[in-house]
């Protein structure tokens, strides 16, 4: 943090111009290493046990191949949360189809992985 403020106040002495100009640079930068986005997610589950976290998780990979779960842990809670969409409604039809196996279970927002390129 303070090699960045030395490199403010060195662009500001020299071009408010070059300022602008780092801080896209450094904006391009952070973006590239992230590899996640704003999207959302399903969540099937929240307990303050671990074993039983690991067993929804297991248990739903097993009988949904191809969606992927996370395990989250947000004290006191170990979360379990399902898919990548990049929209509510992407979200609400992944809800539809685990509901009847999942009946609690809701959308919230996440960080989701990028889509692939094809």
Do not use: W
Not at 4 to 32: E, G, R, T, W, Y
Not at 34 to 46: A, C, D
Request: aromatic share 10%; net charge positive; charged share 20%.
């Amino acid at each position: 943090m303070l090699s960045f403020m030395f490199c403010v106040q060195v662009a500001l002495s020299q071009n408010p111009d070059s300022l602008v100009q780092m801080l896209v640079q450094k904006h391009i930068a952070l973006n590239s290493a992230k590899m996640t986005m704003p999207g959302f997610r399903v969540q099937i589950f929240s307990s303050g046990q671990r074993i039983p976290a690991n067993e929804t998780r297991s248990n739903f990979m097993r009988n949904y191949a191809g969606i992927p779960a996370y395990m989250l842990y947000h004290q006191p809670n170990f979360k379990i949360r399902i898919g990548d969409c990049r929209t509510r409604l992407e979200a609400l039809k992944l809800l539809s189809q685990v509901q009847r196996d999942y009946p609690n279970a809701f959308v919230v927002k996440d960080e989701v992985k990028l889509p692939e390129l094809k």
